[in-house]
């Protein structure tokens, strides 16, 4: 299946659905990594959106990215409740590998149990230096 | 065969659940998962015939079956932290399997759907009424009106959103009940599409939390038979704190960006799809089932003040006993932070605790006389908000805190109001600018001599303070919503109760509010 009939299966799943629009860009970013401009123009002519409806979309929300990101990301929560565990210690120590992105969340729900982190849907509580360095270091 | 209970909830997960159950199982014991007690401090918790065991470590597991480990903190239930709860929305958390209908209708699933049928929608939202239940998600306006409104709008199309948008830090309530008790949400939803009249629900969840939609979905399949006519939908957000305010949300599962909509009009008269809709919280729905089934009375006899009931409050942040405690309103904060949490997990003196999340105030020890209440709280210059309770310890910094409350409402602005979305940024200049004791002086535009008006002298730091102090009055008062509105009582309340941090020698804050 090519990434167009990809897509047209995407839009066709959805067709009919009230308020769309996130779902559709969910599976598209599941689907390809990222949602890209030629993904944007297909996707406004299939809801019957202007481009600049959907790209508005898109880049409002965090979630979605426009360019793909190739390397695994790990999702650190920096928010009040980690802060108070000491999770802005535990950044400033991390080292920079470029094989990993990590990206700042803003609360993962893991307030009591935190510095927390996630990679994909798996969740990391209790971190401290040493654990948080070992979980980037398993990623590269 | 020894039945090993341990939660797949996220918070246990994160600990290392799933590896301790991997080790019972191995050891050859019958591994049930269920929902999370809610003492995270003891995750992973093992309750094996009511006696509990934790923080556990797959290495622990030999000790534990041989009766010989250290970590045994004898019956659950009769824990302090568990015994002096009064759990009505918590009732199951810790003894059921999420995902069992038949865990759910054998402890009284399912019985308050059964009663609203037999009493009708007027005689329902009555009783919803009559419990005094008011919002969970911080606002606390009573659910019984808001049904009524939504009840008495026309058109044969209506909505019921539950808000599971939950992005304040140190909240965390609202993901146990859907990871642990996801019927009695799917329930409480059916019982107010009942009573409004309508047919269809969504509940918008975060991204953020996977396995809280993940158990969803199951659920709602499982469900069917049980709420059918009345169908459940989830939708998951897709990363915009801003969503959690009610219409940034129903603008988003519109499929739109999620920017604040102006009220009037009020979302129970046109909501969804410009729909009559009842947008409540996770903990408001999840809290309906009770009242149905025991009466709004029972409910009501419970809390303080004007707040009845009960409320999950959620500690976290550097805390000893971290966790979910559910209690009626009026337990002070003091109690809430020193006898039930602990004190600090560090073990250092508690300097300020942040109640209802990123938009809430922090409160200095001197607050922890307050008692948990919705007025209370609010004349003190704080709110309940979603009832999360990050605790610091002496080395918090708080002219750092208050600045990152600027910075977070700066990310999450939806953009639609400019206090929010202007002043929040200029409030990080200037908090910067305070924490450099730097003052400003006049720019190259302002030094021109044909601007007239422009001030040309440097601006001293007690004018930055006044000037933060005008600035907060501005987002307070001029935003759309919470977010640009309550940002302030952070920043505000950090500036009052610890000038020092802010480099302001002698505190005359009350005088200059």
Same mark, same amino acid.
């Given at each position: 299946m090519t990434d167009h009939d990809e897509l047209d299966a995407i839009l066709a799943a959805h067709?009919? &659905?009230?308020?769309a629009l996130l779902p559709i860009l969910h599976d598209v970013q599941g689907a390809f990594g990222h949602v890209s401009e030629t993904s944007v123009r297909r996707i406004a002519q299939a809801l019957n959106l202007t481009r600049a409806e959907v790209h508005g979309v898109v880049s409002f929300?965090?979630?979605? !990215?426009?360019e793909p990101e190739n390397r695994p990301v790990l999702k650190l929560c920096r928010a009040e409740s980690c802060q108070a565990r000491g999770v802005e210690a535990l950044a400033a120590a991390l080292p920079d590998n470029p094989r990993v992105k990590v990206e700042t969340v803003y609360?993962?729900?893991?307030c009591s149990v935190g510095p927390a982190a996630m990679i994909g849907h798996e969740v990391h509580g209790r971190l401290d230096v040493a654990r948080l360095g070992a979980l980037v270091e398993s990623l590269a | 065969m020894t039945v090993v209970r341990i939660s797949d909830d996220a918070a246990a997960l994160a600990c290392g659940a799933n590896a301790v159950a991997a080790a019972f199982a191995a050891a050859g014991c019958d591994v049930e998962r269920v929902s999370s007690w809610g003492m995270h401090w003891l995750e992973p918790l093992v309750d094996i015939d009511g006696q509990g065991f934790g923080?556990?470590?797959?290495?622990d597991v030999e000790a534990v079956l041989a009766g010989t480990s250290p970590k045994a903190i004898g019956r659950i239930a009769e824990h302090p932290f568990i015994a002096r709860q009064q759990r009505f929305?918590?009732?199951r958390a810790g003894k059921? !399997?999420?995902?069992s209908l038949d865990d759910y209708a054998a402890t009284g699933g399912w019985a308050g759907l059964k009663r609203a049928r037999e009493l009708g929608p007027e005689a329902t939202i009555a009783e919803v009424t009559h419990s005094g239940l &008011?919002? !969970?998600?911080?606002?606390?306006?009573?659910a019984g009106i808001k049904w009524t409104t939504v009840a008495k709008a026309a058109g044969p199309v209506k909505y019921i959103v539950c808000n @599971?948008?939950?992005?304040?830090? @140190?909240?965390?309530a609202d993901r146990m009940v859907m990871e642990g008790d996801p019927f009695m949400l799917i329930e409480g939803m059916a019982i107010a599409g009942h009573a409004v009249g309508a047919g269809k629900g969504y509940i918008y969840v975060r991204s953020e939390y996977p396995h809280a939609i993940a158990k969803l979905n199951t659920a709602i399949a499982l469900a069917v038979p049980h709420i059918a006519p009345f169908e459940v939908e989830v939708r998951v957000g897709?990363?915009?704190?801003?969503?959690?305010?009610e219409t940034s949300l129903l603008n988003s599962l519109e499929g739109k960006r999620g920017e604040v909509r102006a009220k009037p009009p009020l979302p129970a008269l046109?909501?969804?799809?410009g729909k009559p809709t009842v947008v409540n919280n996770v903990l408001t729905l999840a809290a309906v089932p009770w009242i149905l089934a025991n009466g709004g009375q029972a409910y009501a006899e419970v809390g303080f003040g004007r707040s009845r009931g009960t409320m999950p409050i959620q500690l976290a942040g550097?805390?000893?006993?971290?966790g979910l405690f559910e209690i009626?309103?009026?337990?002070?904060l003091g109690e809430l932070v020193f006898?039930?949490?602990?004190?600090t997990a560090t073990g250092r003196p508690v300097r300020a605790v942040q109640v209802g999340g990123p938009l809430g105030a922090y409160h200095p020890? @001197?607050?922890?006389?307050?008692?948990?209440?919705y007025e209370a709280f609010s004349s003190a210059d704080g709110l309940i908000g979603h009832a999360g309770l990050t605790v610091f310890d002496e080395t918090a910094d708080m002219s750092a805190q208050a600045r990152f409350a600027m910075s977070f409402c700066a990310a999450e602005?939806?953009?639609?109001?400019?206090p929010c979305r202007i002043g929040s940024t200029r409030g990080v200049e200037l908090i910067d600018r305070i924490r450099a004791r730097a003052g400003r002086a006049a720019d190259k535009v302002e030094a021109?001599?044909?601007?007239?008006? @422009? !001030?040309?002298a440097p601006r001293t730091l007690a004018e930055d303070v006044t000037l933060l102090e005008d600035l907060c009055e501005t987002m307070k008062f001029g935003?759309?919503?919470?977010l640009g509105g309550f940002t302030p009582y952070p920043v505000l309340s950090a500036l009052k109760h610890w000038p020092e941090d802010f480099g302001?020698?002698?505190?005359?804050?009350d005088a200059a509010e």
């Open positions: 067709a009919g &659905r009230e308020g929300y965090h979630d979605f !990215r426009e609360c993962l729900g893991l | 923080p556990l470590e797959p290495g929305t918590f009732a059921t !399997r999420p995902l &008011r919002g !969970r998600g911080g606002a606390g306006f009573p @599971a948008d939950e992005g304040d830090s @140190a909240t965390f897709a990363g915009a704190y801003v969503c959690g305010e046109e909501g969804l799809f550097n805390v000893k006993h971290g009626g309103f009026g337990v002070t006898d039930i949490g602990g004190g020890p @001197a607050d922890f006389h307050l008692p948990f209440d602005s939806c953009g639609k109001c400019t021109l001599p044909q601007m007239h008006n @422009a !001030r040309k935003s759309l919503c919470a302001v020698a002698v505190p005359d804050q």
